[in-house]
């Protein structure tokens, strides 16, 4: 779907590019059985949001700093011993998937599309990526502690 079929306070088209990176990241934190190489595991869940977004989007520090918080959370839960119990695994796996989450919240409040992003169809240049009353799916809009 084009800009024009989209009105202003809308979404950029890119806005479902970020809701499927997020979906996907996901999918691959939810999917993580260790062992597995810890430098495959950040690479991995953050891949489909720097070929989706990443490039798409104006540089803002708050969306890179949240990408930044998904590859710690995703290298402290490759590096949990299985031996710490399944518990341990588990809360490691909660804390990744919430550093997808901000981080999808991240790109639809504040990024911006850039050039890159209009050439390619997904809004306008300088458009929002997500509507600016965006707060998340119904009731799930996190704040960090």
């Known amino acids: 779907m084009g800009e024009t079929a989209r009105g202003p306070g809308m979404d950029a088209e890119l806005a479902d590019h970020v809701r499927a990176a997020a979906a ?62 399944e518990g341990a695994v588990a809360a490691a796996r909660a804390d990744l998937v919430d550093a997808i989450d901000y981080l999808e919240q991240a790109v639809l409040r ?11 169809g997904h809004g306008a240049y300088g458009q929002p990526v997500g509507a600016r009353d965006w707060r998340g799916p119904r009731g799930a809009a996190k704040t960090r502690p």
């Not at 490039?55 to 998904?70: A, F, K, L, T």
């Open 24 to 85: 996907a990241a996901r999918r691959h934190a939810l999917a993580f059985r260790a062992p597995v190489d810890k430098d495959a595991l950040p690479w991995s869940v953050i891949e489909a949001f720097d070929a989706r977004v990443r490039g798409h989007v104006e540089r803002d520090r708050r969306i890179e700093e949240e990408r930044d918080r998904v590859l710690i959370a995703a290298v402290n839960l490759a590096e949990t011993p299985g031996e710490e119990g």
């Open 110 to 120: 504040f990024g911006v599309v850039n050039r890159q992003g209009a050439k390619l």
